[in-house]
Structures are given as C-alpha cells and as structure tokens.
C-alpha cells in the first residue's frame, strides 16, 4: 500500500470539507434530504443458527444479515445497504482474497468479488448450512476454492477449502478473508449511527488473535470473530477504495472511505506476498509474515466462528468459554524499563515456551498461578516494539505486543527539552511575527515546520499547530523545569496574548485560528513554490483571524492555567506575572470562548476539561463573582447535552475527542446519567486487548489528514484520543473501584500516549498502523493534546483484584505481613489512589517517593521528595471517591486552599492518613 494511493483517498475527503475546514452535522441533514437511488432488491435466503439469525445472498453466498436472535432490527453487517453494494467491486463477509505463485513463478492475485460469476452449489453435509465452489468467482485462479457455513453445535462458521488439483505445488503468499462490518456512519444522524453501526477492533495475536465488534453504544451484546485451527490474524489489512487504489490491485471495495466510513479489512492468514511487494519498505510487521505451500492434491481449510459476548465487559469471560487463549497483561503493554509489569494467561493446552522478539527485548519469567491463571513477570530492557510468542502444547502461537520506555521520569524530561530546544522558534525577522514560538517538529527532515499548505500546522492555533506548545506546557505542571518554564513565560506573555490571542478591546481573550496564513500579495517570496497552497487549507489572513472556533481555546486556557499552578505552588519559579494574572488570563479565555465562539461551544471539546479545573480553582482563590459567571456559561452548555440522547456533537460526523469534557460537566453538575451513557459511549470505541497499539486506543481514523505528514484515511494508533479518553475513564474507576476493566482501559490509553515520545524527547502525532509503514508520522502535530490527557491523569493506583491479588498500576508493589507498599513510577508522582479504600491523594506540589498501607488499619503512609528550591513545601488534598467509604485526614501541615500545605526539607518527609 503506496503513500500515493492512501493520499489521493485523503484528498478527496479534504476536498468535501466545507471552506472553514469544518465538517457539522449540517452536512449530514443534507445527505440524508438527497434523493436516493431505487436498487432493484436482492433475494437471500434466511437462517438461524444459535445466537444469531443470519441470511445469505441467493446469488453469491455472501452474508447479507447476522443479527442477534432476540434483535431482528439490528444487523452487525452492512444489510441496509445491501441492495446499494450489490454489485461487482463490494466486498462482503464470504468474499476471499488469495496470492498466489509457482516455484520460480511471481505472485498473482485472485479476488472474489471483481468479477463475480454464478457459484456452483455443493452437497451440504451434517452440520452445513450453505456449500458452494466459488472458484468461477475467483478470476481464473489456478486451485479450487470452496466455502462453506456451518453450524458447529449452535456456533455459525466461515470456511475456505483450497484444493491444489495441478500438477505443480503452489505457493498461497497472500490470504484474506473480507471482515465486513457496518462501522459506516455516512448519512446517519449521531443518534441513528450510535444505534445501529458497529466498530471493530483487531487483537492481531495469530492463533489466539480475534476480532471484537461493538456497537457505538456500547451496549451489549458484542460480536466476537474468533480463528478455527489454521487461521492465524497474522496481519490486518485495509481494504482500499478501487477508485485510488494503485492500477492492478484487486483487493478493494468500491465503497466509499473517508470521515464517515473507516473502511473494512482483511483478515489476513498469510502475508509474505504483501511483505515482499507493498509492505517492502514498511518497518517489522506485527507477527512474521509467513506463507504456506499447497503440493499437487494438497488442500488447506481456514475459517472463523462468530460467538456472542453478553457485553464488551464480559468478551474475556466469552472467549475462555470458548476455549480460546486468554493474555491479561497488568498494568498493559507499554512497559517502562523500571517498571515491573505481568503477564496472566489462561488457556486450555499447557505453555512450551515463551520468546521475546528481538531477542532479550523482554524477558517474561514464570510466577506460578492464580485461579487458573498462568501468571509471568515481564520486564523490557531494549527501547521501543517488542513481541512475546507464546508457543502451547498443539503448536498454537500466540503473540503479545509490548512497547518498551525509559523511565517515565526520563521520557518527561526528554519532551521538555525537545520541545523547548530543538522546537524552540525565535527568528526575530519571521514575518508572521511567531517569535519566540514552540512550533510543529518534522522529525524526518530534522526541522521545525516554518510554513506548511494546511497553514495552522505552522500556525501555533488549531490541534495541529498548537500540539506543540501545549505539550511543552503540560510536561510542566508536575516536573516543572526553571529554564523553561521561563521560554514557556516569553511564549504566552509576547507571542500568545497579542498575536494568538487578543489582548484587549471587545474579543478581549478571543483565540485566532492561526498566526500563519498564506497571502502571496504580501509575502510574494516566502512560500514554497513547489507545494500547492490552492486548497482550503491554505487560509488567508482573514480566514486564520477567524475566532469562531472554540476548539482553540482549550489550548490556550491550558498555558495559562498552568502558569498559575506553577506561580501558586512553586515559589519564585514564574516571573513575569503573577498567579492572579495568569488565572484571571484563563477566566477570560473561558468567557471570550462563550462569547466569539457559541456555535462549536455546544459540543465538547478536546482538553476542555481543563475549564473544570480553572472553575474550581477560581472558587479555591475566593474569586466568587468570576466563579459565579463560568459557572453559569458552563452550566448552560450542560443543561444542553442533559437533553441529548447522545451528546457528543462535533465538527465531525463522529468523533472521539468531545467525550472527555461532556463527563467532566454531566459528573460536576450531577447529572450521572448522562456521564454513565458517556462512559459507556467510550468503552465502545476503546478496548482493552493484548497489544500495546490497540489497547485503550480511543478511534480515530481521519486526523492524519489534518495534523500528519502523510494526510491518510487510516486508523491511528495512540492519536490523542487515547489519552483524553483514559481521563473520565480513570473518574469513573474511582467512583467504582469494582469495574476492573475501567482502570485496564484508562491505564491503557494513558500510557499508549507515552509511546508517542522517542529516545529524543521528539513526540509524534500517532503511529501508522497501515501494515505498509508501521511507523510514527514524522509531524508533531496534535500530539500536544494527547500528552495533556498524559499529563493530567499520570498517577499510581493501588488494586486488590479478586483474580490476580495485590497489583500496581504505575509502581512496584511488594507486601510485608499486613503492609502493602507502592514506589510509584508514573510520570509525575502527584497522585495515588489506593482502591481499597477508595481514597484519592493528589499534589500539586511535592512529589511521592513511595507510600505504604495497613490492610488491617487502613493508615496510608507517604513518603515525600526532600524540598528543593522552587518546592519548599508539598501541597496535598485528600479526597473519598468511593461512597460510604471513610474519609482520611492528616494533622501534619496546615489546612489551606482546601488541601493541607506540608513543610518539606532536606530530607524525606513522611506524612500518615488515618480513616476516620
């Protein structure tokens, strides 16, 4: 798969944008007002098998329905467009794709839906639901091609049977079966795509490999695809649109790719054919691509089952009840190398060996057992990818992808100094005036990006361009740096407010759209001749003057925000204002917001739960009347998505990012409700599976467009949706400490925001996880936003699990008769939150060397960092979170601001919290 290929596809959705760069759930009313198509309808015949009521094409044996037994107006796969992508060209669930070559011979490709031809029925035996050849189907392919559905004891099955009835072995290099699920939201209102379409995601594990499809609602019941014996999930593969896919590729679907339809994929059994031809330049595939040989009268049978999960909850539960492996990594799959993670695995055939690839990346020793769990220590040593191969008894592989750190305090210091150093920008004589700026990085070309066609790339404003400062600001909030706190200072106070910002007059605090822009008249020499700037996305002055866009104000708010926690908590370390300044700056951002930006203020936007933490902390200071009047705006946009059934509207027609904050007001203003269907909405898009890329990666497909440097349809991996997710996660797991699978997907997009940052401190947008790259996007760009949601929930949580025992999620854990003691390792060490007793301690300054407790008491004790100089004492709050949990205090320090104020010194203090 060619860059060129995917970037035509991402040209066409950049030109169906509106002029603003805006897409609204305007443009959906107005698809859905169009006349349709008449489709003369297609026959099919119906069956029911176990949990399912499915119905198959009369013509071609594809699946045209698979529904739950007890929900016959709900349909897992395309049905309703049926008629529309009957024709040739339209994959379907029942299609085959095959690469193929004899000895000395090149590959050759065979597709089932290019051409179709009639299907010759076979005789159905015990258990058969349909047989047919599809050879005739196949394009001249050079074996005999059979498939069949069955129904194994109440299970529906998908088989292919490959019969080489040549004279000569040939080699199958390339075999995918087309997952065809209705994850397409084009023409659908929020509600109706909340309703009815499905997502899909991928545990690429080979022999122990699935995929999970739920429904945008996250209600249950989920689809589970699971491989018979022979059938690894060795690769994923998109399918591309036929009309920008290369000339002479066959495996594509005429459908259309782009925001609203994610596209579908292959599940892909044999890959060394793509690995030698489109994958050649990509970086190491996810497994080894492998193939298989076929001699003279050899044949192969591959195929899936489709199980029932009762929810998204219970899909472990369901895939050991189907005697399917089982990995459960604790904390996740991103391990930092002071970190000591686990791995438990249950499955039916006993462990032969466990391998780390490359060789010594990992190393995974075995710990005994737990309730039927097989329970490893894993620890990473080599930096980056790496992948366990779990051999069993039958000679199944399992695989488990990991993703190995520096020590997280490490990582933060890199991204600071990255950012300040090698994206610090202050060129004096830059027309645009953007001095001192912390600009978008290209990390390929080893440069800032001065000037790019999508201009607030370069801009400082929008995702993409405000992505770099607002995560050098953000790495300050808990490992604040004098040196560049003070570049940090110069940026907001010269640049920001001024030029970014409006300073004064009646948009005072309204935020522009960009400081860049492309106007030849004035600047007839400065932009690169050889790049187009004709599109949309090259704004005029006018355009990046624009201040209606309330989706830059988070950015903003957050520089500003972060400089008051600093100047109020840490001495002597901001400067050039003082607290007051900076937090009365983040009020009038809020308000401006309100006011020059109504329209994109109803929906939630991303890092706009930071407006919670400025609303507290304005009550916190005393300043009632300031209070009083966010209160009110922001209780006015809450009332709003109260009456929503699906409140998470955006400028998209999905989207991934508004969650986050419509949580944070429906938990402020009480609603629960609303914030339950919110946390539910989300765990439908983040899942939790054995693979550091996927697990806890909040959807998003189309933001490579808008902030990469290859714009490409195609599923990001750790974009910031990840990490903006894992906050109302996190919330909603210390109200309720019982919902396990919380904290696994939280802690999973959390970290999975870390693997953005390189041995460098260089931190990119989200990875390729189109298996033709493999690899990090070379642009900054919106990273910013997701190392935010890093920021604001890096913490330690210590668990009891029911299952697995004592464990940490971002610490070491060790247990002493009745003392269980944690050495936090997150990236900040402000917070804890010790599960047992529902209790949850944050800092705002000071730092937590390790903490220690009583089972039998409940007294907590915490052991902090000596003082330094911008930290002379530690500034702790208490919370319960848990109802009808007691309530913790400490008499050391005074009572201040709400939390306690605790002298440090040059040695460590240790601080006890009793429950009351």
Do not use: C
């Given at each position: 798969?060619?860059?060129?290929?995917?970037?035509?596809?991402?040209?066409?959705?950049?030109?169906?944008?509106?002029?603003?760069?805006?897409?609204?759930?305007?443009?959906?009313?107005?698809?859905?007002a169009?006349?349709?198509?008449?489709?003369?309808?297609?026959a099919?015949?119906?069956?029911?098998?176990?949990?399912?009521?499915?119905?198959?094409?009369?013509?071609?044996?594809?699946?045209?329905?698979?529904?739950?037994?007890?929900?016959?107006?709900?349909?897992?796969?395309?049905?309703?467009?049926?008629?529309?992508?009957q024709?040739?060209?339209?994959?379907?669930?029942?299609?085959?794709?095959?690469?193929?070559?004899?000895?000395?011979?090149?590959?050759?490709?065979?597709?089932?839906?290019?051409?179709?031809?009639p299907?010759?029925?076979?005789?159905?035996?015990?258990?058969?639901?349909?047989?047919?050849?599809?050879?005739?189907?196949?394009?001249?392919?050079?074996?005999?091609?059979?498939?069949?559905?069955?129904?194994v004891?109440?299970?529906?099955?998908?088989r292919?049977?490959?019969?080489n009835?040549?004279?000569?072995?040939?080699?199958?290099?390339?075999?995918?079966?087309?997952?065809?699920f209705?994850?397409?939201?084009?023409?659908?209102?929020?509600?109706?795509?909340?309703?009815?379409?499905?997502?899909?995601?991928?545990?690429?594990?080979?022999?122990?490999?699935?995929?999970?499809?739920?429904?945008?609602?996250?209600?249950?019941?989920?689809?589970?695809?699971?491989?018979?014996?022979?059938?690894?999930?060795?690769?994923?593969?998109?399918?591309?649109?036929?009309?920008?896919?290369?000339?002479?590729?066959?495996?594509?679907?005429?459908?259309?790719?782009g925001?609203?339809?994610?596209?579908?994929?292959?599940?892909?059994?044999?890959?060394?054919?793509?690995?030698e031809?489109?994958?050649?330049?990509?970086?190491?595939?996810?497994?080894?691509?492998?193939?298989?040989?076929?001699?003279?009268?050899?044949?192969?049978?591959?195929?899936?089952?489709?199980v029932?999960?009762?929810?998204?909850r219970?899909?472990e539960?369901?895939?050991?009840?189907?005697?399917?492996?089982?990995?459960?990594?604790?904390?996740?799959?991103?391990?930092?190398?002071?970190q000591?993670?686990?791995?438990?695995?249950?499955?039916?055939?006993?462990?032969?060996?466990v391998?780390?690839?490359?060789?010594?990346?990992?190393?995974?020793?075995?710990?005994?057992?737990?309730?039927?769990?097989?329970?490893?220590?894993?620890?990473?040593?080599?930096?980056?990818?790496?992948?366990?191969?779990?051999?069993?008894?039958?000679?199944?592989?399992?695989?488990?992808?990991?993703?190995?750190?520096?020590?997280?305090d490490?990582?933060m210091?890199?991204?600071?100094?990255?950012?300040?150093?090698?994206?610090?920008?202050?060129?004096?004589?830059?027309?645009f005036?953007?001095?001192?700026?912390?600009?978008?990085y290209?990390?390929?070309?080893?440069?800032i990006?001065?000037?790019?066609?999508?201009?607030?790339?370069?801009?400082?404003?929008?995702?993409?361009?405000?992505?770099?400062?607002?995560?050098?600001?953000?790495?300050?909030?808990?490992?604040?740096?004098?040196?560049?706190?003070?570049?940090l200072?110069?940026l907001?106070?010269?640049?920001?407010?001024?030029?970014?910002?409006?300073?004064?007059g009646?948009?005072?605090g309204?935020?522009?759209?960009?400081?860049?822009?492309?106007?030849?008249?004035?600047?007839?020499?400065?932009?690169?001749?050889?790049?187009?700037?004709?599109?949309?996305?090259?704004?005029?002055?006018?355009?990046?003057?624009?201040?209606?866009?309330?989706?830059n104000?988070?950015?903003?708010?957050?520089?500003?925000?972060?400089?008051?926690?600093?100047?109020?908590?840490?001495?002597?370390?901001?400067?050039?204002?003082?607290?007051?300044?900076y937090?009365?700056?983040?009020?009038?951002?809020?308000?401006?917001?309100?006011?020059?930006?109504?329209?994109?203020?109803?929906?939630?936007?991303?890092?706009?739960?930071?407006?919670?933490?400025?609303?507290?902390?304005?009550?916190?200071?005393?300043?009632?009347?300031?209070a009083?009047?966010?209160?009110?705006?922001?209780?006015?946009?809450?009332?709003?998505?109260?009456?929503?059934?699906?409140?998470?509207?955006?400028?998209?027609?999905w989207?991934?990012?508004?969650?986050?904050?419509?949580?944070?007001?429906?938990?402020?203003?009480g609603?629960?409700p609303?914030?339950?269907?919110?946390?539910?909405?989300?765990?439908?898009?983040?899942?939790?599976?054995?693979?550091?890329?996927?697990?806890?990666?909040?959807?998003?497909?189309?933001?490579?467009?808008y902030?990469?440097?290859?714009?490409?349809?195609?599923?990001?991996?750790?974009?910031?949706?990840?990490?903006?997710?894992?906050?109302?996660l996190?919330?909603?797991?210390?109200?309720n400490p019982?919902?396990?699978?919380?904290?696994?997907?939280?802690?999973?997009?959390?970290?999975?925001?870390?693997?953005?940052?390189?041995?460098?401190?260089?931190?990119?947008?989200?990875?390729?996880?189109?298996?033709?790259?493999?690899?990090?996007?070379?642009y900054?760009?919106?990273?910013?936003?997701?190392?935010?949601?890093?920021?604001?929930?890096?913490?330690?949580?210590?668990?009891?699990?029911?299952?697995?025992?004592?464990?940490?999620?971002?610490?070491?854990?060790?247990?002493?008769?009745?003392?269980?003691?944690?050495?936090?390792?997150?990236?900040?060490?402000?917070?804890?939150?010790?599960?047992?007793?529902?209790?949850?301690?944050?800092?705002?300054?000071?730092?937590?060397?390790?903490?220690?407790?009583?089972?039998?008491?409940?007294?907590?004790?915490?052991?902090?960092?000596?003082?330094?100089?911008?930290?002379?004492?530690?500034?702790?709050?208490?919370?319960?979170?848990?109802?009808?949990?007691?309530?913790?205090?400490?008499?050391?320090?005074?009572e201040?601001?709400?939390?306690?104020?605790?002298?440090?010194?040059?040695?460590?203090?240790?601080?006890?919290?009793?429950?009351?």
């Amino acid at each position: 798969m060619s860059n060129s290929r995917l970037l035509s596809a991402a040209a066409l959705v950049l030109a169906s944008v509106t002029a603003t760069g805006l897409v609204t759930s305007a443009i959906a009313a107005q698809e859905q007002a169009k006349p349709k198509p008449v489709y003369k309808p297609i026959a099919t015949q119906p069956f029911s098998v176990g949990a399912f009521r499915i119905a198959l094409r009369s013509d071609t044996g594809t699946l045209a329905r698979l529904s739950p037994a007890a929900e016959a107006g709900f349909d897992y796969v395309p049905g309703g467009r049926e008629a529309e992508r009957q024709g040739d060209g339209y994959v379907h669930l029942g299609d085959l794709h095959l690469r193929l070559r004899s000895a000395g011979g090149e590959w050759q490709d065979y597709a089932s839906q290019r051409a179709r031809k009639p299907i010759r029925t076979l005789p159905a035996t015990a258990g058969t639901i349909a047989a047919a050849d599809i050879t005739a189907s196949m394009g001249g392919v050079p074996i005999t091609v059979e498939r069949r559905w069955v129904n194994v004891g109440g299970v529906l099955a998908l088989r292919f049977t490959l019969v080489n009835r040549s004279a000569s072995a040939i080699e199958v290099g390339g075999l995918g079966m087309p997952m065809v699920f209705d994850n397409i939201i084009t023409e659908r209102s929020l509600e109706q795509a909340h309703t009815q379409a499905s997502f899909v995601d991928p545990y690429i594990g080979r022999d122990a490999g699935y995929l999970q499809v739920t429904r945008l609602n996250g209600k249950g019941p989920a689809l589970l695809v699971v491989p018979e014996r022979g059938t690894p999930l060795e690769a994923y593969r998109p399918i591309l649109q036929d009309r920008h896919a290369p000339k002479g590729d066959i495996f594509t679907d005429k459908s259309d790719r782009g925001q609203t339809s994610e596209g579908f994929y292959d599940w892909t059994v044999a890959s060394k054919g793509f690995a030698e031809k489109e994958w050649k330049d990509a970086n190491e595939q996810w497994n080894a691509p492998t193939s298989f040989t076929l001699a003279p009268g050899a044949s192969r049978t591959v195929g899936v089952r489709f199980v029932q999960s009762p929810s998204i909850r219970a899909i472990e539960t369901t895939l050991t009840a189907n005697k399917r492996p089982v990995a459960v990594g604790i904390p996740g799959y991103v391990v930092p190398t002071d970190q000591e993670a686990s791995l438990f695995l249950n499955s039916a055939q006993a462990v032969s060996k466990v391998e780390s690839w490359p060789a010594g990346a990992l190393t995974a020793t075995a710990a005994g057992s737990v309730k039927g769990w097989r329970r490893y220590t894993i620890r990473g040593r080599d930096f980056g990818r790496a992948r366990l191969s779990i051999t069993y008894a039958d000679g199944s592989v399992q695989t488990v992808s990991y993703f190995v750190t520096k020590p997280l305090d490490q990582t933060m210091a890199d991204i600071g100094r990255f950012s300040t150093t090698k994206q610090w920008f202050d060129d004096k004589n830059d027309p645009f005036k953007r001095a001192p700026a912390i600009l978008t990085y290209d990390r390929d070309a080893g440069k800032i990006v001065t000037q790019e066609p999508r201009v607030w790339i370069a801009g400082m404003s929008d995702e993409g361009g405000g992505g770099a400062w607002v995560a050098a600001m953000m790495k300050q909030l808990d490992n604040p740096d004098a040196g560049e706190v003070a570049k940090l200072e110069r940026l907001v106070n010269e640049t920001v407010v001024g030029k970014l910002q409006v300073a004064d007059g009646p948009h005072a605090g309204a935020v522009r759209k960009s400081i860049f822009y492309y106007d030849p008249a004035e600047f007839p020499d400065y932009y690169d001749k050889s790049v187009n700037w004709k599109s949309w996305t090259s704004w005029s002055k006018k355009d990046a003057g624009d201040l209606g866009r309330a989706y830059n104000y988070p950015h903003v708010a957050i520089g500003h925000w972060v400089l008051y926690r600093l100047a109020r908590n840490h001495p002597g370390l901001v400067k050039t204002q003082t607290w007051r300044w900076y937090l009365d700056h983040a009020y009038k951002t809020t308000v401006a917001m309100m006011r020059d930006a109504p329209y994109y203020a109803e929906f939630g936007l991303m890092e706009g739960d930071v407006f919670v933490d400025i609303l507290k902390d304005l009550k916190r200071e005393g300043l009632t009347a300031e209070a009083a009047e966010m209160e009110r705006l922001m209780k006015g946009r809450a009332d709003h998505w109260k009456t929503l059934q699906y409140p998470f509207g955006s400028e998209m027609p999905w989207d991934s990012t508004g969650q986050a904050e419509v949580y944070a007001w429906m938990r402020y203003f009480g609603y629960q409700p609303q914030a339950d269907v919110t946390r539910e909405v989300i765990l439908a898009y983040d899942p939790t599976i054995p693979h550091w890329g996927y697990n806890g990666n909040a959807r998003r497909y189309w933001d490579f467009l808008y902030g990469g440097k290859f714009p490409r349809i195609e599923r990001q991996i750790h974009h910031y949706g990840s990490t903006l997710n894992a906050v109302p996660l996190f919330d909603a797991y210390r109200q309720n400490p019982a919902d396990f699978h919380l904290l696994r997907v939280a802690y999973g997009g959390m970290m999975g925001g870390i693997t953005n940052i390189d041995q460098t401190g260089f931190s990119s947008a989200a990875f390729h996880s189109a298996p033709d790259m493999l690899k990090w996007d070379p642009y900054t760009g919106d990273y910013g936003m997701g190392f935010y949601g890093h920021a604001l929930t890096a913490a330690t949580y210590l668990v009891k699990d029911p299952t697995f025992g004592w464990l940490g999620f971002g610490g070491n854990v060790s247990q002493n008769a009745g003392t269980i003691s944690i050495a936090p390792k997150d990236g900040a060490r402000t917070r804890l939150f010790v599960a047992p007793a529902g209790v949850w301690l944050t800092l705002e300054s000071g730092k937590i060397a390790a903490a220690s407790y009583d089972v039998k008491t409940g007294a907590i004790t915490l052991t902090l960092d000596p003082a330094d100089a911008a930290t002379p004492a530690a500034r702790l709050f208490v919370e319960t979170t848990v109802a009808g949990a007691r309530r913790y205090a400490t008499d050391q320090g005074v009572e201040e601001r709400g939390g306690r104020t605790i002298p440090l010194s040059a040695q460590p203090t240790r601080v006890t919290l009793k429950a009351n």
